[in-house]
């Protein structure tokens, strides 16, 4: 009966709910102990320069290599770190270890900078600023290497406290850059009330360019736009040589994707930009 089918399907969804639950916990207590054991690695996925093919800069991408599991995914990890607030240690420890592998590549004499992303929970926090200004000082890093990335849904949160976060940021050196471009539901007013200097296109748009006119009319509006503000561009999840060709074609200056190269181990990565 329906009745029957009711109740069955609440059960069915509370054990789903438990299941969820335990699956958080779990996953809770173990970034906990992978904070302590340092068990996170950071990667790093070039980004191009699509008129000249040469490598200008890279995204930092965490990758927690977690015992009798392997590699989990940040796409999994950073939700539990947000929503417990683990992910303010994890962002600090990121923030450290790119700030030294950038003093790495400037030893090589790889004039690279590295791209950082920050989550809302992080930029809520009001010890990140003097944590990152601490960090740069004692790196003697020029902080012009040095961008983050925040996505549009940390921007409507609390505006001017953003704003004086920016600007301080700016201050620096730091250079900011939007994530996902295009998917969020911000007006587009804070392009210029914000010491903003990247846009990135989101992958969404990209996987689909061809042969759908209205993603190529959203990419082509974005770069367009983001000329007339003098911002630069980067479209993410470039997969493909037609991708690649219509953004030349659009003159899209910055490129990321696997087309290129997929996140790399250091290591890899300095081999790469090498060659
Ligand atoms: P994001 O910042 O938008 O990063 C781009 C994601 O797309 C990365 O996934 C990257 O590996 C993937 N990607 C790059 N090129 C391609 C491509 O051509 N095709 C496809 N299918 N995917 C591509 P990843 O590394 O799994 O990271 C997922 C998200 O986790 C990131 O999205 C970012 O929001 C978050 N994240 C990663 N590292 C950190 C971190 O250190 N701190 C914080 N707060 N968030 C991070
Ligand atoms: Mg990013
Ligand atoms: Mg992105
Ligand atoms: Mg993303």
Redo the contacts with the bound molecule.
Sequence with gaps: SAKQNIKSSIQFYSTDLKDDALKRMDLESALREAIEKEQFEL?L?PILDLASGRIVQA????RWDRPGVGMV???EF?PVAEQTGL?VT??KW?IKEAISLLMDLHRQHKYIKLS????PA?VSDNGLLNFIKKSIVSSEIDASYLEL?LTEGVLVNDFDRISEFLVELRALGITIAI??FGTGYSSLSYLQKLPIDFL?ID?SFI?ELIGNDSNQAIVQAIIGMAKSLKLKVIA????TEAQRDLLKEYCCQFV????FS??LEYKAFCALLNT
Excluded at 116 to 119: F, H, K
Excluded at 236 to 239: A, F, R
């Design positions: 990667y996925q995204e930092v991408l965490l995914s940040p796409a950073i992910i994890i962002g990121v950082v992303n920050l989550s992080q990335e994530d996902d990135k992958q996987f993410e999840g470039v997969e990321q994707g696997y087309l997929k996140p």
